[in-house]
Each structure stands twice: as C-alpha cells, then as structure tokens.
C-alpha cells in the first residue's frame, strides 16, 4: 500500500510547473506539495524561462501549447540561453497525443512526455525516478526481471490502454496482454495493475511514455 502522501516527509526539492491552464496548475501544484515538493507555477512560457533563470529549480514540468512563447520556445531559448540547465529534468505536459510532437521534444532534450489528462500517479513515479527518489527502487529495478512482453503491456497500460487495446496494438490475444500483466503484478507483488504500473515506473523498469529505460 502506497504511504499516504500527506504524512511524507518534506523534501528539498523544487518544481516549476509552466501552466497557462490555471485549474491544471492548481491541481499538480496540490498533488506535488502532499507529496513533500515546493512548487513554483508560472502562467506562461515567458514566465516560465524567468523563473528558470532567476530559482534554478530541480525539475520543470512544462506545457507545450502556450500563448506566447511555446513549451518548445521555452526548452530552445533555455538551451541557448543557460547550458548550465540541461542537467535539469524537462518534462511536457501536453495533450497532443501525435508521434511528431513527442518526437520534437524529445529531440529537444525533453526527459519525459506526459499526455493529459493528467495522471498524478504516474506523474509523481516519473518525477521521482527523474529525482533519485528512493533507493529501494533502485534495489527493486535489479532485482526484478520483467521479460519484454511485460514491459510492453505495463507500458501501453501505464499509458492508459485497455487489454483489448493493447491486444491489438501488440497483433497478440487479450488473454495473453492479461497473462503477462499478471505475472508482472505476481514479480512486483502487487495485486493490481496500476499498482504494477507506478511500482515498475518508480523503479525504472518501464518508461511511461514508451519504452524501456536505459541503464
């Protein structure tokens, strides 16, 4: 069972969260701070990239389309601007869903890309693996061995697809997707999947957005 996060202790680490959405931003930074992090939120991609500068917070979570200055605009101008940031975990918070924008962030440097709505579950195990959060994650991530079939269903589950779905996304039967889901709840000892899901995120041995991590 996952500690309440009201009773976690505080951390020392800051987030910035660049959202023009103020009811998004309002909920990540109430999730954020339960969890023990200080949240900063600027509204814009202008504010954003002032804030940046002006905290050097720990890690940004920023939207893509903004008006303004873009959540691209935002990632290009830091990297030209302050090379001493790119060290930083950059995350996208966006609800475009096509390939070409998660590719352009990507290739921006962008370390993870977090569709919305919004999983708070999953976006708090992103941010603390991005964060070093947990050393017992890191024992767990070795000790571990989920094979590739399992990777890929609490992948494209973590990523909100149902068994069937993830069935005909991976050409296999939906028993099998529920087969191999199983047995990964059976080597995390979970009891769900979405327990399977954060627990494996946390430790690295998924990536969210879609494929392995690399050791």
């Given amino acids: 069972m996952r500690d309440n996060p009201r009773h976690m202790a505080p951390t020392s680490k800051q987030i910035l969260c660049i959202e023009d959405d103020a009811e998004t931003a309002a909920l990540i930074e109430e999730d954020l701070q339960e969890r023990g992090y200080r ?14 500068l002006k905290s050097g917070p720990d ?3 920023c939207d893509i389309n903004m008006p303004g200055m873009t ?4 990632m290009e101008c830091l990297t030209t601007l302050a090379p001493q940031y790119e060290a ?12 070409d924008s998660e590719l352009k ?3 921006l440097g962008a370390d993870d890309y977090v569709t919305k709505p919004v999983d708070f579950e999953i976006l708090a195990a992103i941010i603390d693996a991005r964060l070093g959060k947990g050393a017992r994650n890191e024992v767990l991530a070795r000790r571990v061995a989920l094979n590739d079939r399992e990777v890929e269903c609490l992948t494209w589950s973590a990523r909100g697809k ?9 050409s296999i039967a939906k028993r099998t997707v529920n087969f191999h889901i199983e047995n990964a709840c059976r080597k995390l000892n979970v009891a769900t999947r979405t327990e399977a899901v954060v627990k494996a995120a946390s430790a690295r041995l998924i990536d969210p ?6 050791k």
């Fill in 59 to 61: 890690l940004v979570l």
């Fill in 71 to 74: 959540g691209f605009e935002v």
């Fill in 162 to 170: 149902t068994s069937p779905e993830i069935a005909t996304i991976l």
């Fill in 105 to 107: 962030g990507r290739r």
């Fill in 209 to 214: 957005q879609g494929s392995r991590w690399t």
């Fill in 88 to 99: 930083v975990p950059f995350i996208f918070l966006t609800a475009r869903t096509d390939r």
């Fill in 39 to 52: 949240v900063e939120i600027a509204a814009d991609g202008h504010a954003g990239l002032s804030a940046i």
